[in-house]
């Protein structure tokens, strides 16, 4: 085969539509956009929720509850996918992403407490369920919890 006997897959060399270009077309004159009125002309167009007058649903419906802006979400690590590792081993961040357990070494994980754990291991993690920390110093482990930031107790004196 030669780099002149190749062809195209079939449907990939398809002609751009491209409206307005003549009566011929099929689009041309109006473009598909039918006559006057703001839908018909280029721009802006109609604002979503608009409801012409009336006050919008998203007004009308009471505000609940708060979205923060920074969700801490935590990657999320089972107990039982611990005793992959050898008993006595400290369970950290890279051991946890070389097995895979762990998409992002910069995002924070939680230990939760789904099965069992057979081993006596040392695990580090932002954070455990109440359970899963039971179960591993059930097991003869160790619990650190990393990464938290120290609350300040200092008080500022006002100025006087």
């Known amino acids: 085969m030669f780099l002149h006997e190749l062809k195209s897959?079939?449907?990939?060399?398809?002609?751009?539509f491209?409206?307005?270009?003549?009566?011929g077309s099929a689009m041309g004159k109006?473009?598909?956009r039918g006559h006057n009125g703001q839908r018909s002309r280029s721009g802006r167009g109609i604002i979503l929720g608009s409801e012409g007058g009336q006050?919008?649903?998203i007004r009308r419906l009471p505000?609940?509850?708060?979205n923060t802006l920074n969700p801490i979400v935590y990657q999320i690590v089972h107990l039982d996918a611990l005793n992959r590792f050898d008993s006595g081993t400290i369970v950290g961040v890279h051991?946890?992403?070389?097995?895979?357990?762990?998409?992002?070494?910069?995002?924070?994980?939680?230990i939760l407490s789904r099965g069992e754990l057979k081993k006596a291991l040392t695990v580090r993690a932002h954070a455990f369920s109440a359970g899963a920390a039971e179960l591993i110093q059930k097991a003869g482990g160790?619990?650190?919890?990393?990464?938290?930031?120290?609350?300040?107790?200092?008080?500022k004196k006002a100025k006087s």
Do not use: C, D, Q, W
Not at 9 to 16: A, H, I, L
Not at 18 to 23: A, T
């Open 9 to 16: 897959p079939k449907g990939s060399r398809e002609k751009k």
């Open 95 to 110: 051991s946890l992403k070389k097995e895979k357990l762990l998409a992002s070494n910069r995002k924070p994980y939680k």
């Open 55 to 57: 006050m919008p649903l």
């Open 142 to 155: 160790k619990v650190e919890v990393i990464g938290k930031k120290e609350e300040k107790t200092e008080v």
């Open 18 to 23: 491209r409206p307005g270009r003549g009566p």
């Open 30 to 32: 109006t473009s598909g």
């Open 63 to 66: 505000k609940v509850g708060f």
